[in-house]
C-alpha cells in the first residue's frame, strides 16, 4: 500500500475497533468504498498495528498453538495465558488439559496415566461423567516407599471414578534396588498383563518432573538428594515416567532406567495420541526434550513455555 494508505489503514483501524463504527460508516467517514475499508482494516491487522487479545483464564493462545504444531509436528497444541503467578499458569494448565481430555475425539476406551503433582490436579479438575465406561491404567509403578499417601493409585482412581469406569492399579515401586527385581516383577503374570494392556491403552496422558529435590520420586522416597545431583552432572534435564533424560531425550543413566518400572519413553513416542501436560519455567529444558524428541503428540503448555519452546527452536 501507498503511505497514505498506511495512515488511512490506521484511520480505518481506530474508527472499526476504538470507535466501533461499522464498515459502511467508516466507507462514508473516509470518503472511501466499504470493499476498501476491508482491505485497510486487514492490512492493519497484518502490519501489526491491530493486536487483539481475548482476556479470560480460560481463553487460549490460537496462534502459538498453530505455531507449535507446524514447528514440531503435533498433533495438537493447547496453550493457556501466562497468569500473574506460576501456581495460576499451573491451574489452568491442568484445567485445560481436563478439559482437552473430556473432549477428546474419538472418545478412548482406554486410558493410561503416569502420576504426580499434574496428573493429581487434572483428576481433580475433571468433572464427574466427563466420560463413560473408561478404563484407567496406570503405566508406571507408584506404590510409595515411605509412609506417605499413594498418590498414583487415588489419581488414577479418582479419573475412573469420575470417568464411570474401571481402574487397573500396576503394584509395584517406581523404581526398585535392583535391576533383576524389577525383571522379576514385571516377568509375573498379573503385571505382565497389566503392562501388556498400558501397550494397547487408546490414549496416554503423563507430565514431566524437573531435575531438583522437590522431585515427587525424592518426595516419594525413591531417589535422594544426592542422586539428583548426580544426575543432573550426567545431563538430566528432567524425567519422564521416572526415567531421566538429556536435552535430546535420550536416557543419561541406564542402569537406573533398567530398574525403573513400567511404560518406557519408547512406548509414548510409538502412541498415536500421547497428551504431555507440562507448566512452569522449571520445566523449560525437559518440555523442550519432549517436544524435539517426539515423546509426545499433544502438548498442554502455559503462554511462557509456549514461547521458550519456540525461541529455542533452531531448525
Request: net charge negative; glycine share 8%.
Amino acid at each position: 500500500m501507498k503511505q497514505d494508505d498506511d495512515t488511512l489503514s490506521v484511520r480505518a483501524a481506530e474508527l472499526y475497533y476504538q470507535d466501533d463504527k461499522n464498515q459502511a460508516e467508516i466507507a462514508s467517514i473516509l470518503g472511501i468504498n466499504r470493499w476498501k475499508v476491508g482491505r485497510l482494516l486487514s492490512y492493519a491487522k497484518d502490519r501489526g498495528y491491530v493486536q487483539i487479545e481475548v482476556i479470560h483464564p480460560r481463553a487460549r493462545r490460537l496462534p502459538l498453538e498453530r505455531e507449535l504444531r507446524n514447528v514440531f509436528g503435533l498433533r495438537d497444541a493447547i496453550v493457556v495465558p501466562q497468569a500473574a503467578s506460576e501456581r495460576e499458569s499451573f491451574q489452568r494448565t491442568t484445567v485445560a488439559a481436563a478439559e482437552y481430555l473430556a473432549t477428546l475425539r474419538p472418545v478412548p476406551r482406554s486410558l493410561g496415566i503416569s502420576w504426580g503433582r499434574t496428573l493429581q490436579q487434572i483428576a481433580a479438575d475433571l468433572p464427574d461423567g466427563w466420560t463413560s465406561g473408561i478404563e484407567v491404567i496406570q503405566i508406571n509403578g507408584g506404590v510409595t516407599v515411605n509412609r506417605r499417601a499413594g498418590m498414583a493409585s487415588s489419581t488414577a482412581t479418582a479419573i475412573a471414578q469420575k470417568g464411570g469406569g474401571t481402574v487397573t492399579l500396576l503394584p509395584s515401586p517406581a523404581i526398585l534396588e535392583q535391576a533383576s527385581t524389577r525383571e522379576a516383577i514385571e516377568g509375573d503374570r498379573a503385571v505382565a498383563s497389566i503392562l501388556e494392556a498400558a501397550r494397547e491403552a487408546s490414549a496416554y496422558v503423563f507430565s514431566a518432573g524437573a531435575v531438583g529435590g522437590d522431585s515427587v520420586l525424592v518426595s516419594s522416597g525413591y531417589l535422594d538428594p544426592a542422586d539428583i545431583t548426580r544426575l543432573s552432572e550426567l545431563g538430566a534435564v528432567g524425567d519422564v515416567l521416572g526415567r531421566y533424560i538429556d536435552a535430546d531425550g535420550n536416557i543419561v543413566d541406564p542402569s537406573l532406567n533398567e530398574r525403573t518400572l513400567g511404560l518406557t519413553i519408547a512406548d509414548l513416542r510409538a502412541a498415536d495420541t500421547a497428551i504431555a501436560v507440562i507448566s512452569g519455567r522449571a520445566k523449560w529444558p525437559v518440555c523442550r526434550a519432549v517436544v524435539r524428541s517426539g515423546t509426545c503428540s499433544v502438548l498442554v503448555t502455559d503462554e511462557d513455555c509456549a514461547k521458550n519452546l519456540l525461541k529455542e527452536h533452531t531448525p
